[in-house]
């Protein structure tokens, strides 16, 4: 019986943009980007608008009135977020590439992103400077991005034919030891992931975006990603290697057997730590990755027709030069990929 997989085969070893970029205009990216074989919509963190925690929050009325990031929610406003499941999109000033690149032409594949609930409540405040980590308030955040969810399949659903949609959580760690210190109550990490899994839509691919040591994203016994639904993993192999216990490598040989992705995270994403040729360093890193998840015990059948390439994390802190060289090398990137593959095999 032939195992199921979320990655389609044509994808196998392409470049997956993280999400962000380091330019401060949307001019250049829109070119290169769009000529992709996944195009995306990016942001521009050096924009204050394009914040990735703002981009979406700003869309709860009251949002910053009383501060940077300060989420002051009454009782009226928390009813109007959850008690409806009418579709939301960021607006333009907000996330300008969402809105203007899909004017360029029809995609067969095209990738969006949006925040995790979790990194929502970590990331904002009250009036009093208290982070918003409560049952309630993840509550009141995964309403509110399941309908923006809604809001980007339908704003894209015209505009291409597959959707990749990720959730990037750059906080979940964080908020992990937070309920492992015992210090919110009602909130357990199985409950985050389960109500999280639930904000895609069921015609997207779903992704997942970690840019820390997702090794160690587990509590009592489960692990965030491997022990949730199958998505495409992207995942930081250069500052974390895959050089993991028995147990985790089994169940990541489970999530790919269920059809679960990897999105591997082999090249650098800032000028300073690219030593060499992009071709070069996405050949020797891929290697030494792939090695130590078979070291590990990650069955390398497994992983070849369901991983993807990419960067570290995004490219914010990547001159323009650099992210527009990347974006044109990604061509090359599924003949390395097949490549290096190869030399394993032999």
Known sequence: MRMTKLLPDELVGEFYGVGSVGDRSHDAPLEYVSRMRIPYAFTLPNLREEDMIRQFAALVPGFEREGNLIQDINLHTYREITESDLPLLPLEKSFGSLHQIVSKEKFEYFKTQQTAPASMCFSTRDKTGKQLISKSMFHFYASLMTRIAKGQRKHLNEHCDNLMLS??????????????????????LKHIMKVTDQ????????????????????????????????????????????EIDKGQAELINKFLEDGGGIALGVLPNRDDSLNGQISEVLHHNLIAALIAFQESGVSLDLLRPRCMISTQCGLYGASELLSKSIHFESSHFPAIYDEVFSELST
């Open 167 to 188: 959730q990037d959580d750059p906080a979940l760690g964080f908020v992990i030891e937070i309920i492992n210190k015992g210090d919110v109550s009602n909130l357990t």
């Open 199 to 242: 904000i895609y839509p069921s015609d997207v691919i779903p992704g997942f975006h970690y840019c820390d040591d997702w090794r160690r994203l587990g509590s009592n016994g489960w692990h965030a990603i491997w022990n949730s639904k199958p998505k495409i993993a992207h995942l930081d192999v250069l500052a974390h290697p895959p």
